[in-house]
């Protein structure tokens, strides 16, 4: 059995401001790309962590795919040796790519944070700053969601998930408590957290992989029902202008459009091309 992890940045234990999670193009000056540089040396860590503990667990082969950010924060001279690694942001699966590859029976979350609007939860978001929601038959969902739909759709169950205790607990709350969860960090607020000793929350995040690995095979998947309404809140009514002329895309609402996928691929081809659309320019 092939495992996958998709490796997000904001729920790595110590990372509580946006500084510590932007790459280089996008930071302000050195001292952001030096706090940056140290955030995705944790990320890489605990990447690690979870590479270790999925072949402890009987993995054959461990794949990561970076999704974070610009999609190349790993480091890659300091990945575990037994993986491959996927990097590069125009991916046809975003967050979850590497699913649609043969004999892959698990995928992982490592860093994973909490969904837009949610109180306590460090650097919530979904997808974008300027998505306020994202809705499957009117369930609010996270990224987690939606990686889960498409892992779904290749018959790919999420079987672990790592990052912050809100985060923890939305992607087992929909996924079911058959995911192993570890907690690195507890929410205060956006921008606080008590944290666990990165060494600590690594020896967690093995453990938690292994163990997660050693059950993947009863685990199930969670594909989109068949005709599932997928709503898209954003900011501002100029975005949801834009983005309701993609094809079968409808408006839903002042800032809100929506459509009804034909399967999981449906999904996420769509989904890509209303963030692209709604990511308009909004100043003259």
């Given amino acids: 059995m092939k495992?996958?992890?998709?490796?997000?940045?904001?729920?790595?234990?110590?990372?509580?401001?946006w500084v510590q999670v932007m790459p280089p193009e996008y930071g302000d000056g050195p001292s952001s790309t030096a706090e940056?540089?140290?955030?995705r040396a944790r990320m890489t860590s605990e990447v690690n962590a979870a590479i270790a503990g999925a072949l402890a667990g009987g993995a054959d082969e461990v794949i990561v795919n970076d999704s974070h950010d610009g999609m190349r924060n790993l480091l890659?001279?300091?990945l575990h040796r037994g993986c491959r690694f996927i990097t590069g942001n125009d991916k046809p699966l975003g967050m979850a790519q590497g699913v649609d590859l043969p004999g892959v029976g698990a995928l992982f979350f490592t860093g994973y944070h909490a969904k837009a609007g949610t109180p306590g939860a460090p650097l919530a978001h979904t997808w974008t700053g300027w998505v306020q929601d994202v809705r499957l038959d009117g369930r609010s969902v996270g990224e987690f969601g939606?990686?889960?739909?498409?892992?779904?759709?290749?018959?790919v169950p999420v079987v672990f998930v790592t990052g912050d205790d809100r985060a923890?607990?939305?992607?087992?709350d929909l996924l079911g408590e058959s995911v192993v969860g570890?907690?690195?960090?507890e929410g205060y607020s956006t921008f606080a957290a008590l944290h666990l000793h990165p060494e600590e929350a690594q020896d967690r995040i093995r453990a938690g992989a292994e163990e997660a690995t050693r059950r993947a095979g009863d685990a199930r998947?969670?594909?989109?029902?068949?005709?599932c309404r997928v709503e898209v809140e954003l900011d501002h009514q100029t975005r949801a202008d834009q983005a309701a002329y993609v094809p079968s895309v409808e408006r839903a609402g002042e800032r809100a459009v929506a459509y009804v996928p034909a399967d999981g691929l449906d999904f996420v081809r769509t989904f890509r091309a209303v963030i692209k659309a709604a990511s308009v320019r909004m100043s003259p």
Avoid at 168 to 172: K, M, Y
């Fill in 3 to 17: 495992v996958v992890i998709s490796a997000d940045m904001e729920g790595t234990c110590g990372v509580t401001s």
């Fill in 36 to 39: 940056y540089e140290r955030a």
């Fill in 221 to 227: 998947p969670w594909p989109l029902p068949v005709g």
């Fill in 168 to 172: 923890v607990a939305q992607t087992r």
């Fill in 76 to 78: 890659p001279e300091q």
């Fill in 182 to 185: 570890v907690a690195v960090k």
């Fill in 146 to 155: 939606i990686n889960a739909a498409v892992a779904g759709h290749f018959g």
